[in-house]
């Protein structure tokens, strides 16, 4: 039977001990920065890595955004136009726009041409939507591998996003983002895995996975 700490495991006391004695110490020494701007400035935000919700993670700040009054829109590189997973119910009710631009995941593609063109004729819709300057957050869901793949070419998307209006955000998710858009961009969250349920022979769970 199991409860209390192991020799390598400090009890809760402790740890509470620990922590009220740090958290005071970052109390007292805080200063708040200098030379912060203020005023709205367009964010370009990067989630990337091979852990799980980096997605979830740009769905929260359309939530967020929208809450704000704020005009969002999100295109998948990746999923179908007819998905309906539990963001795409979501972001019907609260009328939020998002369109599917591919054929499902490259690896099960059975015509990776196509799903090149896919790619390529979404970035155009989407580059579109950037420049036309009428949304105020735009999220580019899976949008990685289209740049990973060179399906679409580099340079026209760092000419398009360095071309936006200043004030529109842009947020672009995947895994292996290319070294020139971690540069360019102003946040860079990398979703490292630790554990997944996958690992455990535990399937996709409604609600969680789609």
């Not at 740890?15 to 005023?39: C, F, H, N, V, W």
């Not at 949008?143 to 340079?155: I, R």
Request: net charge neutral; aromatic share 8%; charged share 25%.
């Amino acid at each position: 039977m199991t409860g209390g700490p192991t020799p390598d495991q400090p009890s809760t006391e402790e740890r509470r001990a620990r922590a009220m004695q740090e958290l005071t110490a970052q109390r007292d020494a805080y200063r708040k920065p200098e030379g912060i701007s203020k005023g709205r400035r367009g964010l370009l935000i990067v989630n990337t890595g091979n852990g799980k919700g980096k997605t979830t993670a740009a769905l929260g700040l359309m939530i967020r955004a929208h809450g704000r009054g704020l005009r969002t829109r999100m295109f998948q590189f990746l999923k179908h136009d007819t998905a309906k997973f539990g963001e795409h119910r979501t972001l019907d009710l609260l009328g939020i726009p998002y369109q599917g631009l591919g054929d499902g995941w490259t690896w099960r593609s059975r015509d990776l041409e196509n799903s090149a063109a896919l790619a390529a004729h979404g970035w155009d819709l989407a580059r579109a939507a950037i420049l036309a300057g009428e949304d105020d957050l735009i999220v580019l869901d899976e949008f990685t591998y289209p740049l990973k793949y060179g399906w679409v070419p580099w340079a026209d998307v760092d000419a398009t996003l360095r071309a936006r209006d200043s004030r529109l955000h842009v947020v672009i998710t995947g895994r292996d983002a290319l070294p020139e858009l971690v540069a360019l961009a102003d946040t860079v969250s990398e979703v490292n895995p630790v554990k997944h349920a996958y690992d455990q022979g535990i399937g996709g769970q409604t609600g969680i996975e789609y």
